[in-house]
């Protein structure tokens, strides 16, 4: 069974320190890995996708890498703006139809003035 | 482009009742997924559809159903609604498969409530 952990699930910071995101997965056979963010009452919204271990994109603050295990999202020195609940979310190279993904429990970022 | 459409956004349903959610989306995206999300938690998924008339269960399908005539629509039915179906609920669609383009695009959800 596929299976995603986040952490930590909540994240407190001051505007302009920096910090990261840890997304460990499970999975037989991985087909990409996805970051979202979701601001609160909104839906998520795409952030990145991972194909492969040593990939690592980049979005104004953010930047997200791949090992074969876990992913990070790094946030470089965030703005307020950038408090959000931020997803990860895997997709299985077994699957057979659906391109079907299983999302982490979230990890919640606060950045004060 | 709207992208992904819900309504309502918000409802209270007693218990028993039933009730459908809307969805459509405008991309001609062939896959079509509907999601619950419980408080401090991810998003778990409840059917999700290839292309119209074809759809299957995803984790949690119980006291779920749904169907797809059309390339843009995929409602989402409570037949029988109970407290633990209180959540907020997600559409999302995709295209068809490969590279980038499995990417999911969410609509904004509908709050449930069940009393």
């Known amino acids: 069974e596929d299976q995603v952990t986040q952490s930590p699930e909540a994240l407190r910071l001051q505007e302009g320190e920096s910090s990261s995101l840890n997304c460990s997965y499970t999975v037989s056979g991985l087909r990409g890995l996805f970051w979202y963010r979701q601001d609160p009452g909104k839906g998520p919204e795409f952030l990145f996708t991972l194909y492969s271990a040593g990939e690592e994109k980049e979005k104004e603050r953010l930047k997200a890498t791949l090992t074969k295990k876990e992913s990070f999202l790094h946030i470089t020195a965030p703005k307020p703006e950038d408090s959000a609940t931020y997803l990860c979310?895997?997709?299985?190279?077994?699957?057979?139809?659906?391109?079907?993904?299983?999302f982490g429990g979230g990890t919640r970022v606060l950045v004060k003035p | 482009n709207a992208g992904v459409t819900q309504t309502p956004k918000f409802r209270i349903l007693k218990i028993g009742q039933s009730m459908t959610l809307q969805c459509t989306q405008d991309?001609?995206?062939?896959?079509m997924y509907w999601y619950r999300q419980d408080p401090g938690m991810g998003l778990k998924l409840i059917y999700y559809?290839?292309?119209?008339?074809?759809?299957d269960k995803g984790e949690v399908p119980n006291g779920y159903n749904v169907s797809r005539s059309t390339t843009e629509d995929f409602p989402l039915r409570l037949e029988l609604a109970a407290p633990s179906q209180t959540s907020v609920y997600f559409c999302?669609?995709?295209?068809?498969?490969?590279?980038?383009?499995?990417?999911?695009?969410f609509g904004p959800g509908t709050r449930l409530l069940v009393l």
């Open positions: 559809s290839v292309g119209a008339g074809i759809t």
């Open positions: 999302a669609s995709s295209p068809h498969a490969g590279g980038t383009q499995e990417t999911q695009y």
């Open positions: 991309m001609n995206h062939n896959y």
């Open positions: 979310a895997v997709q299985a190279i077994h699957l057979a139809a659906g391109n079907k993904l299983t």
